[in-house]
């Protein structure tokens, strides 16, 4: 039996080792110097003003949702076909979900059903750069007009809209899980132009304190504070930030050996019938390609998967359409999404990580190219 191919697989080799080495015995190891240096080059890299490390994406939508006052009697507008968490956070902040259908093809959420969904309680607007290319910020923009847009950048980090990286000119949300382009084993990023609400979450990141830990158990520094507005412990750690700084380093290599694979994939499955590859955006972009998501038309996905596996070749679902999730029907009820009912009991994301080799790239394409046979 040939060895397992799973899913995905961190690229972690000798330098993010001697990273977490280094602050392993630099005697400050939770927050401090190593997490200001990896916002200041993730800021530069994404050409963001400012940038905030967190311990998950998650967190920073939570303090997103908190810092943007968004409560009970608000809507905040999304696509179904998202990870759980987001809905999670706006249904745990008490407000609702309004779920805007997304383009077949290409699973971005569709700027004319986000315009459908505003009503006079929507308070944000939450696009996702799906699988990793980026949803068409233009419109979204020009539709969302004063209302906050939030984007979800958790697949999308090298994701370029029109020559300029996504996050950029709003709110960005990115995820350093184990799975995403780059990783700290577990973390997030949040990054924002509006100061005043960059201020809120950072005080709201680490318990209400204004000055971090690290500045007040330095030489002679002043260990007392006071907390003005409680706050939460997101806060991500320098062993941690010691990793992303070597992988923000190789963003490049590793999306371009993420494209050269999706390129394969391409090229060796394009010509079979009844299973669709992922669409493309007709505007100017660069995909980054953290999933690689096709739809299985020709028999039933379950099938597939049990095909898939018997060839040892890992698969993963992103996503299970969160408006069918079981607590979001039973609080906010039913919602019909004709496209993303559709695709959403087909897709499946193949391999796809930057260590594959060649070999197992060709594995996959020969597997599906039989079990579609
Ligand atoms: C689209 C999307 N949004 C948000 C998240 C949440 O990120 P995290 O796992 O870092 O909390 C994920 C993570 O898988 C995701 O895929």
């Known amino acids: 039996m040939n060895d397992f ?5 961190p690229w972690i080799d000798r330098e993010e080792i001697d990273a977490v080495t280094e602050v392993l015995e630099s005697g400050w190891i939770t927050t401090g110097a190593k997490c200001v240096e990896f916002e200041k080059e993730f800021a530069a890299y994404t050409g963001a003003h400012r940038a905030i ?9 939570h303090l997103l949702l908190k810092a943007l006052s968004i409560g009970k009697g608000d809507e905040v507008i999304t696509p179904s076909m998202t990870f759980a968490s987001t809905i999670n956070q706006i249904a745990l902040s008490g407000a609702r979900p309004v779920f805007a259908d997304v383009d077949y093809e290409t699973l971005l959420v569709k700027p004319a059903e986000i315009e459908r969904c505003i009503t006079k309680h929507t308070r944000a607007i939450i696009p996702v750069h799906y699988a990793g290319a980026p949803a068409d910020l233009d419109s979204i923009l020009e539709i969302a ?3 906050p847009v939030i984007e979800d950048s958790a697949h999308a980090i090298g994701t370029f809209y029109k020559g300029c990286h996504v996050g950029r000119n709003n709110i960005g949300i990115y995820s350093f899980h184990p799975i995403k382009n780059i990783t700290t084993g577990e973390g997030g990023m949040l990054t924002g132009n509006d100061d005043t609400l960059m201020n809120t979450v950072q005080l709201l990141k680490f318990h209400g304190i204004e000055r971090d830990a690290w500045k007040r158990y330095g030489k002679a520094s002043d260990p007392t504070y006071d907390i003005a507005v409680p706050g939460y412990k997101y806060n ?3 062993i941690q930030a010691g990793i992303g700084i070597v992988q923000l380093k190789k963003i490049h290599v590793i999306n371009s050996r993420r494209t050269e694979i999706a390129m394969e994939y391409f090229s060796g499955l394009s010509d079979i019938d009844g299973f669709d590859l992922p669409g493309s955006p007709s505007y100017e972009h660069t995909h980054s390609w953290h999933l690689f998501v096709v739809k299985v038309n020709s028999m039933e996905r379950k099938d597939f998967m049990e095909a898939l596996a018997e060839h040892n070749i890992g698969y993963g679902l992103h996503f299970p359409a969160c408006h069918t999730l079981r607590f979001v029907k039973q609080l906010f009820g039913e919602t019909r999404l004709p496209v993303t009912e559709e695709a959403s009991g087909k897709i499946l994301s193949l391999p796809l990580y930057p260590g594959m080799e060649k070999d197992q790239v060709h594995r996959v394409i020969e597997a599906v190219r039989g079990i579609l046979r």
């Open 236 to 238: 991500l750690t320098d």
């Open 53 to 61: 490390t967190l311990s998950s994406g998650t967190a920073g939508m």
């Open 5 to 9: 191919i799973p899913m995905s697989r």
């Open 145 to 147: 007009g004063d209302i």
